[in-house]
């Protein structure tokens, strides 16, 4: 099976690859030439895409944690957070969309403050709500030949999100807003979406999974 991974220099797709990549045929493309398999790969050129037929997946890994209050974000932060979690991915889709097999499954990574509010969160979450609303659209616009879901994590500890680890006391903060009292690793979420890729998930699409330690759904 061919997936592509896209922003594989991500924690969580480093930690997908390294984990499953005796089960599947993974193509990496990241603009980070060491973790891609395409040299200058930029998302918003599709210049810099290379052909691939038969595709069986594909993973959205890019995305932009960015967090003001409203009056301190201008308009370039708002447009730059959904050129990378948005738009590249409407670019990958349009141009890979044709190549899909039938069954392939389709996976994009969203956030738990796409429908959890929380203060300074304006931009990301609106650009993740709109990749949740693209999910299920599409997911009922290509069945049955083609399954898309979305994962939707709480604070994983990655390197996108180190700032808010640098010291124990930050670490047990953030462990503290989540129920289960500590926060997410790259292995809890890269183990859901191989679930999704799948034949393992063969009867799920249309879905959002909330791995957030308890967050969107808990009060204790």
Same mark, same amino acid.
């Given at each position: /099976?061919?997936?592509?991974? %896209? @922003?594989? +220099? +991500? ?13 599947? !045929? ?9 973790? +891609? !398999? ?5 998302? #918003?050129?599709? !210049?810099?895409?290379? !052909? ?13 944690? %960015? &967090?003001?209050?409203?009056? #301190?974000?201008? &308009? ?8 990378? =979690? %948005? ?10 969309? *044709?190549?899909?097999?039938? @069954? ?8 738990? *403050?796409?429908?959890? @509010? ?16 693209? +999910? ?12 898309? =879901?979305? %994962? ?17 006391? #930050? ?34 699409? @249309? ?7 308890? /967050? ?5």
């Amino acid at each position: /099976m061919k997936i592509l991974l %896209v @922003g594989a +220099s +991500s924690d969580i797709a480093r930690h997908l690859y390294e984990t499953y990549k005796n089960d599947y !045929d993974f193509i990496k493309f990241s603009s980070n030439d060491e973790f +891609s !398999d395409v040299s200058n790969f930029n998302l #918003q050129d599709p !210049d810099t895409y290379t !052909d691939i037929e038969n595709i069986s997946g594909i993973v959205y890994f890019p995305g932009t944690i %960015v &967090l003001k209050p409203f009056k #301190q974000l201008g &308009l370039e932060d708002f447009k730059n957070d959904y050129d990378i =979690n %948005v738009l590249g991915l409407l670019k990958i889709l349009k141009y890979y969309q *044709a190549s899909l097999v039938d @069954g392939a499954s389709l996976v994009f990574i969203s956030t738990v *403050a796409a429908k959890l @509010g929380m203060p300074f969160h304006s931009s990301i979450s609106m650009c993740k709500a709109s990749l949740e609303a693209l +999910s299920i659209s599409l997911a009922a616009e290509w069945a049955p030949k083609i399954r898309v =879901n979305c %994962v939707a994590p709480s604070l994983v500890n990655t390197k996108l999100a180190r700032r808010f680890f640098r010291n124990d006391k #930050q670490k047990e903060m953030m462990s503290d807003r989540h129920p289960l009292k500590k926060t997410g690793k790259s292995e809890d979420i890269s183990h859901t979406i191989e679930f999704l890729l799948s034949n393992k998930s063969n009867w799920v699409s @249309g879905q959002v999974f909330n791995i957030d330690g308890g /967050m969107s759904s808990l009060k204790i």
